[in-house]
């Protein structure tokens, strides 16, 4: 059974609030990468398409998901599909650490867009909090399975008057890792998102 969602309703607030979201969880992400200094998410839009859902199963909660047992909840899964127009806009630092550490440093933009997304999802939805995460697919471990499977990069490197020679696939890629690292630290099962049902009405 497929759904019908008004992608519509979503708005600028919800954006914004998604953008400060990722960008308090990113910041120390790129602590292991001498490469990469300090990097923000300074634009998001979640773009005029909505994903697909197919719901596959409707239940009672599964208690190893969300952690406890829940007379009152109720689990959906489903299969979710994405190729649309969403983009972020990430801005950072790229380093040259030779011959010495932060040698040379350029302020680099990217937009990140049109994501391909596909992957079985679960959605429950308990009295005082909603948990959702994707789970790894066809006997896939966590550590395998990403549901990000295709993005589009732009990228600019200094000022667009500057013509700076520089191989980018380093930057894209570990952009990419960035991503996928970040799906599977906080939506891939066993981990998940949990939001407080409260923070629906701010």
Same mark, same amino acid.
């Given at each position: 059974?497929?759904?019908?969602?008004?992608?519509?309703?979503?708005?600028?607030?919800?954006?914004?609030?998604?953008?400060?979201?990722?960008?308090?969880?990113?910041?120390?992400?790129?602590?292991?990468?001498?490469?990469?200094?300090?990097?923000?998410?300074?634009?998001?839009?979640?773009?005029?398409?909505?994903?697909?859902?197919?719901?596959?199963?409707?239940?009672?909660?599964?208690?190893?998901?969300?952690?406890?047992?829940?007379?009152?909840?109720?689990?959906?899964?489903?299969?979710?599909?994405?190729?649309?127009?969403?983009?972020?806009? &990430?801005?950072?630092?790229? @380093?040259?650490? +030779?011959?010495? %550490? /932060?040698?040379?440093?350029? *302020?680099? !933009?990217?937009?990140?867009?049109?994501?391909?997304?596909?992957?079985?999802?679960?959605?429950?939805?308990?009295?005082?909090?909603?948990?959702?995460?994707?789970?790894?697919?066809?006997?896939?471990?966590?550590?395998?399975?990403?549901?990000?499977?295709?993005?589009?990069?732009?990228?600019?490197?200094?000022?667009?008057?500057?013509?700076?020679?520089?191989?980018?696939?380093?930057?894209?890629?570990?952009?990419?890792?960035? &991503?996928?690292?970040?799906? @599977?630290?906080? +939506?891939?099962? %066993? /981990?998940?998102?949990?939001? *407080?049902? !409260?923070?629906?009405?701010?």
């Amino acid at each position: 059974m497929s759904l019908k969602i008004y992608w519509d309703r979503v708005t600028e607030k919800h954006s914004i609030k998604l953008m400060n979201y990722l960008n308090e969880r990113i910041s120390g992400l790129t602590e292991t990468y001498d490469m990469v200094g300090e990097m923000k998410i300074t634009n998001l839009s979640l773009g005029s398409k909505p994903p697909k859902f197919e719901i596959v199963q409707i239940s009672d909660p599964d208690a190893l998901i969300l952690g406890n047992k829940s007379p009152n909840g109720i689990e959906l899964r489903a299969k979710i599909g994405y190729d649309g127009d969403a983009y972020i806009e &990430i801005q950072a630092e790229f @380093k040259v650490n +030779l011959p010495t %550490p /932060n040698f040379i440093s350029f *302020p680099v !933009n990217v937009k990140v867009s049109n994501p391909i997304f596909s992957g079985i999802a679960t959605v429950i939805y308990d009295t005082d909090k909603v948990c959702f995460c994707f789970l790894p697919e066809n006997g896939d471990s966590p550590d395998d399975f990403t549901p990000l499977k295709d993005v589009k990069f732009e990228t600019q490197l200094g000022d667009s008057a500057q013509q700076v020679l520089v191989d980018l696939d380093k930057l894209q890629n570990f952009i990419v890792n960035l &991503i996928k690292t970040y799906l @599977k630290k906080y +939506l891939v099962f %066993p /981990n998940k998102m949990t939001i *407080p049902l !409260n923070e629906f009405s701010n």
